[in-house]
C-alpha cells in the first residue's frame, strides 16, 4: 500500500467534489477520493472509501485492498464521515456480480446491462467488502417516493415495502411530485406490500400502529395491533393484503 497524506490530496479533491457536487461534498463526506483505504491510527481499523463514505474492511479482506493507496486518520476523524454514499454511487461486493446505485438513502439493485449504461455514465464502479456493508441502509423510519426509470406508477417505499400512491392527496402528504426520485427499472419488481419483520406502520388516517411479524406454526407475514410509536405512516388501505393476527404480542421475527 502507498501511504498518502491527507494534506497533499485535500486540496485538489476538495475541488473536485465542490465542481461534482457541489454543497454535498461538504455534507459529511470523506474529503479522500474513492478506492483509498483509511488506517486508524489508534486502532487496527481499515475502511475503503467509496461514494465519500466509509465501509469497513473485515481483516480477512485487507488483501483485496492491498493495492490501494492509504490514509492515516484518527479513528475519531474517521467516524466522522458519513457511512452513506453520496447519490450516485455505484457499489459491488467483492465476489459477487450485482451492481448497485445508491439513490436517497438506499442502494437499489440495477438488474440488467440496459440499465447499467444509463446509470453508470461517467462513474466508477466501487468493490466494497461483501460483510456487513448494508446494514447502514436498512433505516425502518426512512421513507421515499420512488418512480422506475421509465415507469408512470409512483411508490412509497418504507421498511422494505412498496406502496402505489393513487390520489393527488396521498402525493402531496408524501412530499409531492418534486420530492420523487428515480431509481433503475425493474428493481422493484421483488418488493410487495409486505414490510421487513419488525415493522411498526400505520395507515394514514388510523391512528393503529401494526407490529409485522411471523409466526413459527404458519407461513407468510402477520400484522397484529400494538401499542407503539410507528416507523412511518403507509397509504390507507395499503396493508389490507397483509392478514391481522390475534390475539397480539405472539409475532416475532425469529426463524
Known amino acids: 500500500m502507498r501511504v498518502v497524506s491527507l494534506l497533499a490530496i485535500f486540496p485538489r479533491w476538495l ?8 454543497a454535498q461534498a461538504l455534507a459529511g463526506y470523506a474529503p479522500i477520493p474513492d478506492g483509498y483505504v483509511l488506517l486508524s491510527s489508534d486502532t487496527t481499523n481499515r475502511y475503503v472509501v467509496a461514494g465519500g463514505a466509509r465501509f469497513f474492511i473485515p ?39 450485482a451492481i448497485y446505485v445508491v439513490v436517497g438513502e438506499k442502494f437499489w439493485w ?32 426512512y421513507k421515499v417516493l420512488v418512480q422506475e426509470r421509465t ?13 402505489p400512491i393513487t390520489n393527488a392527496s396521498d402525493l402531496a ?8 426520485k428515480i431509481i433503475p427499472l425493474g428493481t422493484l419488481d421483488n418488493n410487495t406490500a409486505e ?21 413459527s406454526s404458519l407461513p407468510g407475514l402477520y400484522r397484529s395491533p400494538v401499542t407503539a410509536t410507528a416507523h412511518g405512516e403507509v397509504p390507507d388501505g395499503a396493508l389490507n393484503s397483509i392478514p391481522v393476527f390475534t390475539p397480539g404480542g405472539f409475532l416475532s421475527c425469529i426463524g
Do not use: M
Open 59 to 97: 481483516p480477512a479482506q485487507w488483501s483485496h485492498y492491498s493495492g490501494a493507496s492509504t490514509v492515516v486518520l484518527p479513528q475519531a476523524t474517521i467516524n466522522s464521515y458519513a457511512e452513506i454514499p453520496q447519490e450516485g454511487t455505484l457499489l459491488r461486493q467483492i465476489g459477487y456480480a
Open 110 to 141: 440495477i438488474p440488467n446491462p440496459t440499465e447499467l449504461d444509463y446509470w453508470d455514465d461517467w462513474r466508477t464502479v466501487n468493490n466494497i467488502p461483501n460483510a456487513g456493508w448494508s446494514d447502514v441502509f436498512y433505516n425502518y423510519s
Open 151 to 163: 415507469g408512470s406508477q409512483i411508490y412509497l417505499y418504507i421498511a422494505g415495502g412498496k406502496y
Open 173 to 180: 402528504y408524501y412530499g409531492g411530485a418534486s420530492s420523487v
Open 195 to 215: 414490510p421487513w419483520c419488525g415493522a411498526l406502520l400505520r395507515e394514514r388516517s388510523s391512528s393503529t400502529v401494526y407490529f409485522f411479524g411471523t409466526v
Open 15 to 22: 475541488a473536485l467534489g465542490l465542481s461534482l457536487f457541489g
